[in-house]
Each structure stands twice: as structure tokens, then as C-alpha cells.
Nanobody
């Protein structure tokens, strides 16, 4: 079973950038599809981006396409989310997840990190 720990969150001004990282341990990282989701207070968990085991396939939500980039380093068992042109509405807890198939539904990912807070000020 894989364990996931996110890092890199913080407070940033609108228009700024952050780079989130998720470190995996305890499992065969290179066999998992990895996803990033976010959840704001009072809102449902929202899919952001996902990447397949090799990094050759990526899917993005329309809300972040062109601003966010997902990548992975199988040698280091990490997945990153580069976030540019941040907006106040991007404020949320950001979570990474591991699953066995590439997809946008949170139900496809059995393993989750605890999340890292991202706050974008206007």
C-alpha cells in the first residue's frame, strides 16, 4: 500500500506561482496513475490533473488547463503540480492520489495524501 505526502503549499498573491510535490512510499510508484485534486470549504472534491504511469498521458480539468502542469519522476517516486497564474478561486486544500487506471473520478483513486493548503490572495 502506498503512502502519499504533499508539500509546497502556502500563501501566494494572485498571478503568482506555486509548485506542489507529492512523495510516495511503500508501493510500486511507477505502476500507479497519479492525480491531483482540490477541495475548498463547503465544496466537493474537484479533479485537476492526472498522469499515467510513464508520464506519457496527461489529462487536465478545463478550469486549470494552460495554467497547471502535472509531471512525475519515477526514480524519485514523486509527482509535481506546477501552478501558474493563480487566482483567488484556486484557494483550497490540494491532494494527490494514486490509482490503477487513468481517470478523472476520485473514486478511481484508492490512495490519498493528507493535503496541503494553497491560499491565493487578491
Amino acid at each position: 500500500q502506498v503512502q502519499l505526502v504533499e508539500s509546497g503549499g502556502g500563501l501566494v498573491q494572485a498571478g503568482g506561482s506555486l509548485r506542489l510535490s507529492c512523495a510516495a512510499s511503500g508501493g510500486a510508484f511507477s505502476s500507479y496513475a497519479m492525480g491531483w485534486f482540490r477541495q475548498a470549504p463547503g465544496k466537493e472534491r474537484e479533479f485537476l490533473a492526472t498522469i499515467n504511469w510513464s508520464g506519457g498521458s496527461k489529462v487536465y480539468a478545463d478550469s486549470v488547463k494552460g495554467r497547471f502542469t502535472i509531471s512525475r519522476d519515477n526514480a524519485k517516486s514523486t509527482v509535481q503540480l506546477q501552478m501558474n497564474s493563480l487566482k483567488p478561486e484556486d484557494t483550497a486544500v490540494y491532494l494527490c492520489a494514486a490509482g490503477f487506471v487513468l481517470g478523472t473520478g476520485s473514486n478511481l483513486y484508492p490512495y490519498w495524501g493528507q493535503g496541503t493548503q494553497v491560499t491565493v490572495s487578491s
